[in-house]
């Protein structure tokens, strides 16, 4: 079969491989909607999670069944299903020990898929434990909605979910591409009473403000931490949600925190060996200033309740869906429109 790889750091290409094979937990997909991720781009340009020899890229799928293992109870061929980005292996005994399921055979070992396996920009892909990973597309939903639920979706809410956000406090979203558009709906959806979203480009603050911003702070007119202060009477912000930027965002997180606050951060740093925390900023560690730094939950219930969120109007995902693209060969042009992000891109997708 045809997949689109990383061949090595830096360097993409097309590629033949066999087709997967199911154990007896496990199915077998061809995709129907893919998209690239930003996390894509820090992997194979950034080399961050280290180097990675022809191995198939992407973990955003939606998909129809086409093969699964003896064992498999609630799906069949001819289904067609959310893939979550995380797909952990819910038999491990860590999970029992209160580890995270994303994490439970050791750090981000739930994020398979183009990471310690193929992904999915491949003519078919691999899921591990279908019953407990899969979820089915509900009737009525639309390929551009699903398709942002395996990933932007259930990260950007994920930070929400890391920043504890409570009724009526004050938020920052620093970085409002899809995955931080996400974290503006999600603060929105847990209560938040006033959020500055922090970006540049037109289309990602116009549509932040649709999710829920009530202020747009462009991180390109002076220092996010001033803008922020002089917006809350020097106060600062009793949540952060980090979405975008380099490592520097982290310590203006903590800079911007109150003291007693809470930061969420979804942001992948692809560079450097370490990250900055202000000594001063982090009240020379005494703020109780918490930082909670986590991958996306995947599984099945977790794509569940995201489609839940959809189905009930509660969002409305597609809105963030800036480019279409027909056939599994524009995977490519996808990526690399991904990679240059021009003014205009907020999320490609491509439909098979
Ligand atoms: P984008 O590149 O689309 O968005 C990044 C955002 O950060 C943009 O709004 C950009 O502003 C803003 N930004 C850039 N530089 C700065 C700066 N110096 N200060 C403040 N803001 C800045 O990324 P995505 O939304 O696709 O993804 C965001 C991050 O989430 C990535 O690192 C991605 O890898 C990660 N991720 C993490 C996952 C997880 O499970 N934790 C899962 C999926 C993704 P503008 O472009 O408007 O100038
Ligand atoms: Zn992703």
């Not at 606050?261 to 979804?266: A, E, K, Q, R, T």
């Not at 942001?267 to 001063?280: D, H, K, M, Q, V």
Request: charged content about 20%; aromatic content about 4%.
């Amino acid at each position: 079969m045809r997949g689109f790889a990383m061949l090595k750091i830096g360097q993409t290409g097309w590629i033949e491989k066999e087709k997967p094979v199911a154990g007896p937990f496990d199915a077998i997909l061809r995709p129907l909607a893919l998209a690239p991720c930003t996390s894509d781009i820090h992997t194979v340009y950034e080399g961050a999670l280290g180097e990675r020899k022809d191995m198939i890229l992407g973990h955003e799928a939606v998909g129809e069944i086409v093969e699964v293992g003896c064992e498999v109870k609630d799906f069949k061929p001819g289904d067609k299903v959310i893939v979550p980005a995380i797909t952990p292996n819910w038999r491990s005994v860590a999970i029992q020990e209160g580890v995270p399921a994303c994490h439970s055979e050791g750090a981000l070992s739930g994020w398979k898929f183009s990471n310690i396996k193929d992904g999915v920009f491949a003519e078919f892909f691999h899921v591990n434990d279908a019953d407990m990973n899969l979820a089915k597309i509900p009737a009525g939903m639309t390929l551009e909605q699903a398709i942002m639920l395996p990933d932007m979706v259930t990260t950007g809410l994920h930070g929400a979910e890391l920043a504890n956000i409570q009724l009526g406090a004050s938020v920052a979203v620093i970085g409002i591409g899809p995955v931080g558009l996400m974290a503006v709906a999600g603060a929105r959806l847990r209560g938040a009473g006033r959020i500055m979203a922090v970006g540049s480009r037109k289309n990602c603050c116009d549509l932040a403000m649709k999710y829920g911003a009530t202020t747009i702070i462009n991180y390109k007119n002076g220092d996010i931490v001033t803008q922020i202060l002089d917006a809350t009477n020097g106060k600062g912000v009793d949540h952060v949600i980090v979405a975008g930027g380099p490592g520097t965002v982290l310590g203006q997180a903590v800079d911007m925190v109150k003291a007693g606050g809470s930061i969420g951060n979804v942001n992948y740093y692809g560079e450097g060996a370490t990250l900055p925390i202000p000594r001063l900023g982090w009240a020379c560690g005494m703020g109780h200033k918490n930082i909670q730094g986590g991958l996306t939950p995947g599984g099945r219930v977790r794509m569940e309740r995201m489609a839940e969120l959809v189905m009930e109007k509660r969002l409305d995902p597609a809105l963030m869906v800036s480019h279409t693209f027909k056939g599994l060969d524009k995977i490519d042009e996808a990526l690399e429109m991904m990679h240059a992000k021009s003014a205009d891109v907020i999320k490609p997708i491509v439909l098979i």
